[in-house]
């Protein structure tokens, strides 16, 4: 009597299978191998089982710290959509960033808003403003010190630097700039001005960054001037006229409209371009000062902000 024909109870007498089970069992290992044989005679992989599914990890929190795009503030309507659609852009050029914005004055939300809204973590505070002056060096600090709840740093000015030229360039072109400009063109590069003579010097860096690109006299000037930055655009388009220059396009070194740019270019005795705006080199530059304050050693922190 073999194993497979007999079963054993407790007492540990033997009971024999009946004919029915044992056919039963031999029907059923028959049709399991068979299943495994294609039609044409060749013998099939047994199937495998489907691998379970690997869980997903939970998404940790990004640890970077908020990007927070400071922005003046203007009574144009134009420079809010100017600003947020800046900030989009920074968003695309560097996906799962947190990118908020706030303003010193004049539209919502103010920057002392935004930093309370964010309850923990860490922010950077990129100003869209293009040189040193009492905003970077006092309001930005001040704001930072409000918020102790956040590790906060403030990094520089955007300007000067090449990406600003670039972007000034290519809205210039945008208006109507030649690609070949010839000895009688000139630009005056028209900016808001400070009461502050770093900032002035940043403006001073930017024309000549810009006249290094176009290869014609580029000259600085003020919507508001004052003793540090003391120029006109009438002024400066007077100057120029001395010089030969016939053909003189007004630069726009704002990030957004307002009234200081319409101001500017409403001087223009050609063409006047269009404020920086969300242009991709702007965009670019606002991360590189994100990436220089957030990567900077902690006691950089309290050095002296430059533009570099």
């Not at 089970?21 to 089982?49: E, F």
């Not at 379970?52 to 003046?72: F, G, N």
């Not at 939300?109 to 403003?129: D, F, K, M, N």
């Not at 690609?179 to 024309?207: C, F, Q």
Request: some cysteine.
């Amino acid at each position: 009597m073999t194993p497979s024909t007999a079963l054993h109870d407790e007492s540990g007498s033997t009971h024999l299978d009946s004919t029915a089970q044992i056919m039963d069992r031999i029907t059923s290992q028959l049709g399991t191998q068979l299943s495994l044989v294609s039609p044409d005679g060749s013998r099939r992989h047994a199937p495998r089982h489907a691998p379970r599914p690997t869980p997903r990890p939970t998404p940790r929190p990004d640890p970077r710290p908020t990007l927070v795009l400071v922005a003046h503030g203007s009574r144009d309507p134009r420079a809010l959509t100017t600003v947020t659609a800046l900030a989009e852009r920074v968003r695309e050029q560097r996906p799962g960033l947190a990118v908020r914005l706030g303003h010193i004055e004049l539209n919502e939300p103010l920057l002392t808003e935004t930093l309370a809204a964010q309850r923990t973590g860490s922010a950077v505070l990129v100003p869209l403003l293009l040189g040193r002056g009492q905003h970077v060096k006092r309001d930005l600090p001040a704001a930072a010190a409000g918020a102790p709840h956040l590790d906060t740093r403030v990094a520089a000015p955007l300007g000067p630097h090449p990406l600003l030229a670039e972007a000034l360039h290519a809205r210039l072109v945008q208006a109507g700039w030649p690609e070949r400009p010839r000895r009688g063109h000139g630009v005056v590069l028209a900016a808001a001005g400070s009461r502050d003579p770093e900032s002035a010097a940043d403006t001073e860096t930017a024309a000549g960054l810009l006249a290094e690109r176009l290869g014609v006299p580029v000259v600085p000037a003020y919507a508001a001037p004052t003793a540090a930055c003391a120029r006109t655009v009438p002024e400066a388009l007077e100057l120029l006229a001395a010089q030969g220059r016939t053909r003189t396009a007004v630069a726009a070194y704002f990030t957004a409209p307002g009234r200081f740019a319409t101001q500017s270019a409403a001087a223009a005795p050609w063409i006047a371009a269009a404020p920086l705006g969300p242009h991709a080199a702007l965009a670019r530059l606002v991360l590189h000062r994100y990436d220089q304050a957030r990567t900077a050693p902690a006691p950089a922190r309290q050095r002296r902000l430059t533009s570099v």
